[in-house]
């Protein structure tokens, strides 16, 4: 496949304990300079990324709150692809003293095991919402949102198939965007399914793992393998459009 751009998880991926260490930050450095494209892909929330990341100016968009906030770092604008969460929904889990509970643009995030509150309540208000799992976090997010629609929206921003796209995680919530990839990438430390499915397993854990496929991807550009035939497009449900 000819790879134009690196879709990345941060947490357990690019990150290690919620940092980006120095030979990572300098491998995406090379990266970019090639003339290839960043894309960060992340369940977290916006702020507490901008807090921890400094460098995320590094990446051309971020997709984040796991596919429902684009947000591109060049020119500072954000852009929510669904309407922010009901009230009465977040107010019950405050009611219900759920903790910890962020509330996002999009997102609400919280701990296992509040799945179980959490789908109670949203059954009881009839909602049409879903529950992801990020390997002890719980992320609520409307039926439809995962990371493979917001990584298609970032897609579609700077004019890339997902054939010539390397995607690579660690965790539960990276497989749908990671199957929507022309070639999907595993951490050493992720989670066994995540790895029987990817179509590389890097030798090495977290940020070193993806230091290892940029230079693969840097030295022959992935020629070697064939990039996965696109998804239909009805795999991706109800793809959200947006222009930043």
């Given amino acids: 496949m000819d790879c134009l751009a690196l879709a990345t998880d941060y947490d357990g991926t690019l990150a ?50 796991n596919g429902a906030l684009l947000y591109c770092p060049a020119t500072g604008k954000e852009k929510p692809l669904h309407a ?16 910890p ?14 799945e179980i ?19 002890g976090a719980v992320m609520v ?32 919530n990276d497989h749908a965007f990671l199957e929507w990839c022309g070639l999907s990438a595993a951490v050493a430390n992720a989670l066994p399914a995540l790895k029987e499915r990817a179509d590389f397993v890097t030798e090495r854990d977290h940020g070193a793992g993806v230091e290892g ?5 840097l030295s022959d550009g992935l020629k070697n393998f064939r990039a996965r035939e696109p998804l239909p497009a009805a795999t991706l449900l109800a793809t959200p459009r947006a222009t930043l």
């Fill in 84 to 99: 922010a969460p009901p009230e009465a929904f977040v107010a019950r889990l405050r009611v219900e003293k759920i903790e």
């Fill in 213 to 217: 496929l940029i230079d693969r991807i």
């Fill in 141 to 172: 997010l409307p039926s439809g949102i995962n990371k493979a629609t917001g990584l298609q929206v970032a897609l579609d921003e700077i004019e890339i198939p997902p054939t010539q796209v390397a995607g690579i995680g660690d965790a539960e």
């Fill in 16 to 65: 290690t304990a919620g940092r980006v260490l120095p030979p990572t930050l300098a491998a995406l450095e090379r990266f970019k300079n090639s003339g290839r494209h960043l894309i960060l892909v992340t369940g977290r929330e916006l702020d507490e990324l901008l807090a921890i990341f400094p460098e995320v100016s590094l990446f051309e968009i971020v997709v984040a709150e």
């Fill in 117 to 135: 509150p959490v789908l109670k309540a949203i059954h009881d208000l009839g909602l049409e919402m879903q529950v992801i799992f990020n390997k």
């Fill in 101 to 114: 509970l962020s509330v996002g643009r999009v997102i609400i995030a919280t701990r296992e095991p509040n």
